[in-house]
């Protein structure tokens, strides 16, 4: 396939993946990109699936000639996403790869490269990690190459500095995703340089917090929030079940018992978002949808059923990386296509209390309540870990 011939200045996605930024630039611009460049041919596959017009380069960067393809041509935005791994705060105290670290180094030398075959570049983007700001010279460890953390930055700078003696004028910004409309919190770093002498235009916000002063003016929607991508029609298995009991009543395989990490996450999210939750509330499993606020009397309760409220406040929990739990009111974080991304519903259990005979079998936080008797004798579990002997 060739590039496309017209009066259009071009547009190229290098580290383009599956076509995420692809579709971005698609939806803002009108059309996909004119050149997509990245050394996974699977993922490029589905990139070609997605923008058939577009001319695809299934190559390592460095051994891309932009004169090859380009020579002579008016590019109008290139988009550069190099790996963030080995930057990101998500890695941990791993060692780190130069080569990768590295790949932002293309950027200059696209530019120059582009000149000496008598084009032009008007704007680069370039998107990654909050930590990419961070780019510094590497040390040797026991371990493996290290980032150099006296020397923080240094590279960065000198490659902000590389682009701005190349006529570049540049800046860089903090974006979350949530703050413009996408249902997770996704922060990255931006960084704009336009070599056109236009002023660099930074996109407005549209979303906010609910209780932002904006969005209760009306100046600005509410966060959307992961509520509203899950799907809870799936099944929520128990965390007190055993795997076979989890085989026998949804078909899932599934781990238990579960590792004392995700079970201590498990107790800080039930904890925050449901015992000390904002807005808990109660749902009629019978007799339609309506909601009664947690701090209302009770409206009749009847014995259809064995009951028929149940008390909702669900909460996401992050397996991986340590992350922190969520509220499902709040957007999502980063979602990963890894294996170990385990991101867990979870909602509370009824138990019965007091060991007197005909006591109520424990029941889901979205199973009906049991019969309600003047003794009290239900109460809601939550697990905790306690550590003993430094164990």
Not at 22 to 32: K, N, Q, Y
Not at 130 to 141: A, H, M, N, V, Y
Not at 302 to 313: F, I, L, N, Q, S
Not at 328 to 336: F, K, L, N, R, S
């Amino acid at each position: 396939m060739s590039i496309r011939r017209d009066s259009l200045p071009l547009i190229c996605d290098s580290f383009a993946g599956g076509g995420g930024a692809s579709t971005g630039i698609e939806m803002a611009l009108g059309r996909s990109p004119d050149i997509a460049i990245n050394h996974n041919a699977a993922a490029l596959a589905l990139h070609a699936a997605n923008h058939p017009d577009t001319l695809h380069l299934s190559e390592n960067i460095y051994k891309v000639d932009p004169l090859d393809h380009v020579s002579g041509e008016h590019i109008g935005l290139a988009w550069f996403s190099p790996d963030c791994k080995h930057f990101s705060k998500a890695k941990g105290g791993k060692p780190v790869e130069r080569n990768i670290r590295d790949l932002a180094h293309i950027i200059p030398h696209w530019v120059r490269r582009v000149r000496q075959g008598g084009g032009k570049i008007d704007v680069i983007i370039l998107e990654n990690v909050e930590e990419f700001s961070d780019w510094g010279p590497l040390i040797e460890t026991p371990r493996g190459l290290m980032p150099d953390e006296t020397r923080k930055g240094e590279t960065f700078q000198a490659w902000c500095r590389e682009l701005r003696r190349l006529g570049g004028k540049l800046q860089k910004r903090q974006l979350r995703a949530c703050d413009y409309g996408a249902p997770t919190i996704r922060k990255r770093l931006f960084i704009i340089i336009r070599f056109d002498g236009q002023p660099i235009v930074w996109p407005k916000p549209t979303h906010g917090k609910p209780t932002d002063p904006d969005v209760i003016a009306g100046k600005k929607l509410p966060w959307r929030t992961a509520a509203e991508i899950i799907n809870w029609s799936l099944a929520c298995p128990s965390i007190f079940d055993t795997s076979a009991e989890i085989m026998d009543k949804h078909g899932l395989r599934a781990v238990r018992p579960l590792a004392n990490a995700t079970m201590s996450r498990v107790a800080r999210g039930v904890r925050r978002y449901v015992l000390e939750a904002e807005r808990p509330f109660l749902i009629n499993l019978t007799h339609g949808v309506r909601l009664e606020p947690i701090d209302a009397p009770f409206n009749t309760i009847t014995g259809a059923h064995r009951g028929e409220k149940a008390v909702v406040a669900p909460v996401l929990s992050y397996a991986q990386q340590g992350g922190a739990n969520r509220s499902v009111e709040d957007p999502a974080h980063t979602i990963t296509a890894s294996r170990k991304d385990q991101n867990s519903i979870i909602v509370p259990t009824l138990i019965g209390c007091g060991g007197r005979a005909g006591q109520s079998r424990p029941r889901g936080g979205n199973e009906p309540l049991a019969t309600i008797t003047a003794k009290a004798d239900a109460c809601l579990a939550t697990a905790f870990l306690a550590q003993h002997n430094n164990d």
